[in-house]
């Protein structure tokens, strides 16, 4: 079985903050996403990775970073939370054409 | 900008009946199709997969594609109420490794 962990299901951060979300799989995949999800909007990509220290920007890079050092793990990063990145979080990796999903972040910025 | 519509629902079904979800996507270079259940909270989960025309079954779920329509769908039988939940089409963008997903049609299965 497939198994994408992320480090916290819940998270409440002050605007202004850096954050990090991590992602870990446990496959050995070379591909990794990350996503959020708003009702009304779906899921939306942020950025990917092909393979270590590889990234590329989805259809909302704007006010997010990532990092890929290690092949298993995969990290978002908000330099300067606001408010509108309030959201849920998915980070996904990729086995042939499938995407197998971690449980999400639900990040609340006050 | 490749797109994926789903109508958002409700789709109201008594249990037992056939549920049928739709989708279509603009992307004709399009070889794989996805349907993900979503339960409200939870991450998206696959369903099932589908890369040629016709049908593919998997227990109750059948997958649906006609490429020259563009057009793939979902059909639940014998649904229930743990089958209540939005369901996700997604279409891998030919050329990459990603997929667009649609924005999802959520099922309520009534007892």
């Known amino acids: 079985d497939v198994k994408v962990t992320q480090s916290s299901r819940y998270l409440v951060k002050r605007t202004g903050e850096k954050v990090f979300l991590e992602c870990v799989q446990d496959m050995d995949h070379e591909n990794m996403f990350w996503y959020r999800q708003d009702p009304g909007l779906g899921l939306r990509l942020i950025y990917f990775?092909?393979?270590?220290?590889?990234?590329e920007k989805g259809d909302i890079p704007e006010g997010y970073s990532v990092s890929r050092e290690k092949k298993e793990r995969f990290s978002l990063i908000l330099e300067s939370a606001s408010t509108n990145q309030t959201s849920m979080y998915l980070c996904a990796s990729r086995a042939t054409d499938t995407q197998y999903f971690g449980p999400g972040t639900r990040l609340t910025v006050l | 900008q490749k797109e994926v519509e789903q109508n958002s629902g409700p789709l109201s079904v008594p249990e037992g009946a056939i549920a049928s979800l739709n989708c279509t996507y603009s992307d004709r270079g399009s070889q794989s199709f996805f349907w993900y259940r979503q339960y409200s909270g939870k991450s998206p989960e696959l369903i099932m997969f589908?890369?040629?025309?016709g049908d593919k079954e998997d227990g109750r779920f059948t997958a649906q594609l006609n490429k020259a329509s563009q057009y793939v769908s979902l059909l639940i039988r014998d649904s229930q109420p743990s089958d209540s939940a939005t369901y996700l089409c997604?279409?891998?963008?030919?050329?990459?490794?990603?997929?667009?997903f649609g924005k999802g049609t959520m099922l309520l299965v009534s007892p």
């Open positions: 990775s092909y393979d270590v220290k590889m990234k």
């Open positions: 997604a279409v891998k963008n030919s050329g990459y490794s990603t997929l667009t």
């Open positions: 589908i890369y040629s025309n």
